[in-house]
């Protein structure tokens, strides 16, 4: 039995054309081809018939990087593709030969701890998708098999073919093909926030044909095949047909319905499987975003080869060295006797001396491998993660409204947020809000509303001017005070129109058909509120909403939408009171980014056939009548004057058809849809160009976006930072520009360089029509324009030039002959605006930048046209906005507000960076200490492959002894707090410079491990040396010699690390002093075990140290005298050569941090002439040398 509708619904979104109609002799000649070759045989899966023996995959999903049986070997590979781990791994097999200097179990523990470490979190991580994808399988649908009865079965058995039935609130199982719903109409609303983060339903209605299947019963005798595109990634595309009786029936987006969105809003659907498991849409678009790697990571793994080459060459040496004097042990009267020569083993044969040296030469190898931290990437991962949460509980990045906080997506490129050069950034809802106010109208040529934008109010204040409004008074700053609309999306004011009062005007029956035009020309759902009789709206886009409601203010009230027609309540001009009119709708041609308009085809009450349509202005002007462009000139100027204003506009445009225009052009549409081929939209878009054309001009609409909160400021605080701050954005030139300056991007006094096409040379050629003059000469005229533009900045050493490029230009200006002088001339701009940019080309300007500069770039957008920019640059930011979720599920860092960008790039950026760069010299400094000290002690035993150290000390140096600080190191330490991070922004240029990550402070560091370790060595060598080091007068062996250099080697990195740190926390205090103490507690437990087991440090410490005061003494000499070097060398710098952050620590320390006039002193050292932002506007104002400047020229 048919339902009716039971309630009002208020989500959804239109995809129809015209949906449901038949077409006998449709265009599928495609089917069969590349790219169309999937044929489905709907609910004949149980009669074993063809479908069956087709090899479509299973319904079964795997999101898990590894399985059961893979996960060993895999993750193994993918630990020991790093050149570190291979290396210790070859260390690990040759620790079980006799070329060892150490035992087999103490080499591979450690490694076993290190990449079992690494392997159980990346097993954790896979477990927890392995978990999902079980609860996602083993969820149950109701499937038909046969007879009219429907069964519960498991996802992962559904086949292609199967008819299924959904309930409400229900995922879909796979994508399904829209058969019926529990509407007469066949209609279902669909969640896809799952899909595409939106949290509007979406409208669905399957075909008239099979819109009758209501009950279980009738679904026992449904047969048909469906013909349709292969698998493939795109959501909102689907071609194919269905072949039913005989008959084919073309297939739309409209009718299918994806796997894990939800059912809403309706009682069932039934649908037949078309794509399953990894075939559908949502598994195709689940690609692994592309990978990332931070500058400093990349430096890292040069750093280690360095090490390697270190390593090779001390190696070499010693071995040459151990060669030769073991030649010379033939000779009579050596000094190495006790090693009886002529008995020796290979290893010490003084007759096969180069062999023993190339054995040397890999006992060497293993020996110093100790110079490489094998701990270094696990801790720096770590270091990551934790940071990563850091941020992501920053309160100061939480925006309440939206209840988000921000969310680092990926940990890898944490220090890279410290070293950004360039910002590109989305305008439409990044830097301004994306809630659109219809604020202002021009309807006849006559311009209607008083409102102040945003823009106007910056505007008037940069020419220090009062404003106008309809040249009839004056506003000042007051202004902010006067009336504000309540509704949202609607802040019009003018008393012509309001209250009915339009009926009054000289045009009143043009107004009326501009507002109608505005109620009836949408996508937009009503919902009407039972209990107030209140119209809300569901559109699919903030300006489509805006355009609804102020017909709904003005009284054109539109409340009621069916899939044949729309339903509005308004004005009656004759009779002067409030009527209910329905227009039929016959098509709707949908907005695009190509088409840049949409219109609609509908009937009205008297039979009249209307086309209704609004567009830019690019593309509605030219599609005007002779008869239609009688308020062309007006409505042009008031365009202009609201894009001045930065008001984003359309142009509204109707005409009327025949009857017999519009058979002719709905048989062509509909072939034009019923084609299944890879150019349907073309074909539809070259119907649709036939019919928008003589249309007659109603007027224009303005609607404002505004600015988000703190935008001005944010980009005051990244251009102090010496960030260059690009905005691309698709809105025309002057829209841009004005948006520039109410954002403090460009200011008063600031050179515009504008490259545009938009000549009388290039208009001559294009109504000519030659396609290929028309590119010659518009390619020369970029390029010309380019090498001016260089010329003029060239020219100028102080001026600060701004850049502004529309959509046209950038085309010729990103080909290969041409984009490096644009990118010089962007490069030599204060500022760089790119407008009417495609999402290709934004994508095509960042990574000219990125590659063209090699320096970090930053993308930050809130759309699904800005995925390309957010994964081309080298760290991606997606707003949490309006616009859905595609950017941030594309983005590496999210957050809910461009004015949080300040904070997570001065602050946590620059912490992050500091940290990382410092922990990575800090581990390099703590290993080459270690290395050498076992070089040095090798050397001293004539290169003989004796170890300084016992096993288990050699192993647990870098796994217990020392990691834990480093790791502390890299979570908490602050060079400043985040309030002078933000006070100071200069501050932020030691990451874009580099400064705490060059060659000369790893090599700097190197060395101070070097330096550490000598004087370790030889002081402890020296002290020890002496002949009575214990009370009963026997001298120190070398157990002893090697625990008390280990003992020293503990406390001197574990210092060096308290002398590094800047932050001390209780955490530090306790890994540092703790890991010191935890060091003479092994030392006591490891000694008291079996000797068999102990070896060498045996009862070490209780027997041969503690009772004996020299080494308490030497321990404490040597650690003073080896951190000397370091101490002096901070403390000269500090004094009269610091940092970024050494002056900003000077000026806490000295207390001067309240002085105003200090600060902006120090403040102002990052002030350039080229800098954006108000600080450096009011300081070109006032500055006397730029003043004098000009005044001389």
């Known amino acids: 039995m048919k339902t009716g509708r039971k309630k009002k619904i208020n989500f959804s979104k239109i995809y129809s054309f015209k949906c449901g109609k038949e077409s006998s002799r449709d265009d599928h000649s495609q089917i ?31 999101t898990t990087k590894y399985t059961a ?19 210790f791994l070859v260390t690990g097999i040759l620790s079980f030969t006799r070329l060892a200097p150490y035992s087999a179990v103490s080499a591979i523990v450690p490694l076993i701890i290190v990449i079992g470490a690494t392997m159980v979190k990346e097993g954790i991580e896979d477990w927890r998708r392995k978990q999902q994808d079980i609860e996602m399988n083993n969820r149950k649908v109701k499937v038909h098999s046969g007879d009219g009865v429907f069964n519960p079965t498991e996802w992962k058995n559904l086949k292609v073919g199967d008819v299924v039935k959904v309930e409400k609130d229900e995922f879909f199982p796979a994508d399904l093909l829209l058969l019926s719903s529990s509407y007469e109409d066949a209609i279902c609303y669909v969640e896809t926030m799952n899909l595409d983060g939106e949290t509007n339903l979406k409208l669905k209605q399957a075909l008239e044909v099979t819109s009758d299947l209501n009950e279980d019963e009738e679904i026992k005798d449904f047969r048909a095949v469906v013909k349709c595109e292969d698998p493939n990634a795109n959501l909102y595309s689907f071609i194919g047909s269905m072949e039913i009786h005989e008959q084919q029936y073309p297939l739309s987006p409209q009718q299918l319905l994806l796997r894990d969105s939800k059912l809403r809003n309706t009682d069932h659907v039934y649908g037949a499987v078309i794509f399953t498991g990894h075939d559908t849409k949502v598994m195709q678009n689940s690609t692994d975003p592309p990978s990332k790697r931070s500058k400093i990571e990349k430096k890292m793994d040069k750093i280690i080869y360095f090490l390697f080459g270190v390593l090779f060459l001390i190696a070499f040496t010693g071995s040459v ?55 270094l990437y696990v801790s720096i991962e770590i270091v990551k993660v934790l940071q990563s949460i850091f941020i992501n509980q920053d309160v100061n990045m939480y925006y309440e409204e939206t209840d988000k906080p921000a969310h680092a997506r990926t940990s890898n490129l944490n220090e890279e947020l410290g070293q950004v050069d360039t910002i590109l950034s989305d305008k439409t809802g990044t830097l301004t809000c994306n809630s659109m106010e219809f604020i202002k109208c021009s309807v006849a040529g006559t311009a209607y509303g008083y409102g102040v934008t945003e823009v106007e109010k910056a505007m008037a204040k940069k020419n220090g001017s009062p404003l106008k409004v309809n040249g009839n008074g004056l506003i000042d700053d007051s202004f902010g005070n006067t009336k504000k609309s309540t509704v949202k999306g609607f802040n019009f004011d003018d008393d012509r129109v309001m209250n009915g009062h339009w009926i009054t005007e000289p045009y009143s029956n043009i107004i009326q058909k501009f507002f109608r035009l505005l109620a009836v020309c949408h996508t937009a759902i009503p919902d009407i509120d039972e209990n107030t009789g209140n119209v809300t709206y569901e559109a699919e886009s903030p300006d489509e909403a805006a355009f609804v409601i102020a017909a709904r203010e003005i ?15 308004e004005l009656d001009l004759v009779s002067g009171k409030r009527v209910e009119r329905s227009y039929k709708l016959l098509n709707i041609l949908e907005f695009n980014s190509t088409r840049k308009r949409m219109s609609v085809i509908v009937r009205d009450e008297e039979g009249k056939l209307l086309l209704l349509s609004k567009g830019a202005d690019s593309v509605m002007f030219e599609r005007l009548g002779k008869n239609g462009r009688e308020f062309e000139e007006e409505t042009r100027e008031h365009v202009h004057e609201y894009a001045d204003a930065g008001l984003r506009t359309l142009i509204l445009a109707y005409r009327e058809l025949s009857e017999e225009e519009f058979e002719v ?25 036939e019919v928008e ?21 944010c980009i005051d605080k990244l251009a102090q930072a010496g960030i260059k701050i690009w905005v691309l954005t698709g809105d025309k030139l002057e829209t841009a520009i004005n948006i520039g300056y109410a954002c403090s991007l460009l200011r008063q006094g600031m050179k515009r360089i504008a490259i545009t096409l938009e000549n009388p040379e290039i208009t001559a050629l294009e109504k000519a029509g030659d396609k290929n003059a028309i590119a010659k000469a518009s390619k020369q005229s970029v390029l010309k324009q380019i090498t001016e533009g260089k010329s003029q900045v060239a020219a100028s050493n102080s001026e600060a030039f701004a850049l502004i490029i529309d959509g046209k230009s950038l085309a010729y200006a990103l080909e290969d002959n041409s984009k490096k002088s644009f990118l010089e001339l962007a490069l030599s701009c204060a500022s760089v605006i790119c407008c009417r940019s495609s999402p290709k080309q934004k994508a095509l300007v960042t990574r000219l930048v990125k590659e063209g500069t090699n320096r970090t770039t930053l993308a930050i957008g809130d759309g699904a046209n800005d995925v390309g920019m957010l994964q081309e640059a080298d760290i991606g930011i997606g707003i949490s906005g309006v616009e859905g979720m595609q950017a941030v599920m594309s983005s590496d860092v999210a957050i809910a507000q461009f004015r949080f960008l300040e904070r997570l790039l001065l602050v946590h950026g620059h ?11 800090y581990f390099f400094y703590k290993n080459v200490t270690f290395g050498i000290t076992l070089f040095l002690y090798e050397a001293y035993t004539s290169f003989s492959g004796q170890p300084a150290y016992n096993d288990w000390f050699l192993s647990l140096y870098n796994v217990f002894f020392t990691s834990l600080p480093v790791i502390a190191m890299g979570v908490f330490d602050q060079d400043v707090s985040a309030r002078f991070c933000l006070k100071f922004p200069l501050l932020y240029q030691e990451g874009v410079q580099n400064l705490l990550f060059t060659w000369r402070r790893i090599i700097g560091w190197m060395l101070n491990g070097v330096c550490s370790a000598l004087i370790i060595f030889f002081f402890c060598k020296e002290s020890l040396s002496l002949p009575a080091f214990k009370k009963n007068g026997k001298i120190a062996e070398y157990q002893s010699l090697g625990a008390t250099m280990y003992t020293c080697v503990v406390w001197v990195v574990n210092c060096q690390m308290a002398l590094a740190i800047s932050y001390f926390t209780l955490i530090q205090h306790i890994v540092i002093w703790g890991g010191i103490a935890f060091w003479y507690v092994f030392l006591l437990v490891y000694g008291a075990m079996s000797s068999n087991f102990s070896t060498t440090a045996y009862k070490v410490f209780v027997e041969s140290l503690a009772p004996t005061p020299s080494f308490y003494v030497v321990t404490l000499f040597v650690v003073i005298s080896a951190l000397i070097p370091y101490y002096s060398y901070n403390a000269i710098q500090m004094r009269f050569f610091p940092m970024y952050h050494g002056m900003i620590q000077w000026i806490r320390h000295e207390g001067r941090s309240d002085d105003p006039e200090y600060c902006d002193i120090v403040r102002q050292r990052s002030i350039r002439p080229t800098t954006v932002g108000f600080t450096a506007r009011s300081l070109a104002r006032t500055n006397p040398l730029e003043v004098k400047d000009k005044q001389h020229r």
């Open 69 to 87: 049986a893979s996960f060993l070997p895999k993750s193994l590979f993918e630990q020991f593709r790093r050149v570190a781990n291979f290396f």
């Open 693 to 713: 054309k003589d249309l007659i001009l109603l007027g224009a609409t303005a609607v404002e976006d505004k600015l988000q909160q703190g935008v001005p400021e």
């Open 555 to 569: 009284g054109f009230e539109f409340f009621k939408r069916t899939h044949a027609s729309v339903s509005i309540n």
């Open 32 to 62: 069969g081809g590349p790219g169309f070759s999937r044929v489905v045989y709907c609910n004949e899966s149980h009669d074993g018939l063809e479908s069956s023996s087709r090899n479509y995959v299973t319904n079964y999903v795997r």
């Open 321 to 375: 060295y151990f060669g030769v004097v073991t030649k010379n042990d033939l000779k009579g009267g050596h000094r190495r006797w006790y090693l009886q020569p002529e008995n020796a083993e290979i290893f010490f044969d003084p007759h096969r001396a180069p062999a023993a040296a190339t054995y040397h030469f890999l006992t060497a190898m293993l020996l110093y491998s100790y110079l490489i931290p094998i701990s």
């Open 911 to 921: 912490w992050c960076y500091r940290r990382i760069s410092s922990m990575i010299c």
């Open 665 to 689: 052009f709905d048989k062509k549409f509909s072939e034009a849809k019923n084609s299944v081929s890879a150019d349907r939209d073309a074909l539809i878009d070259e119907v649709t160009e």
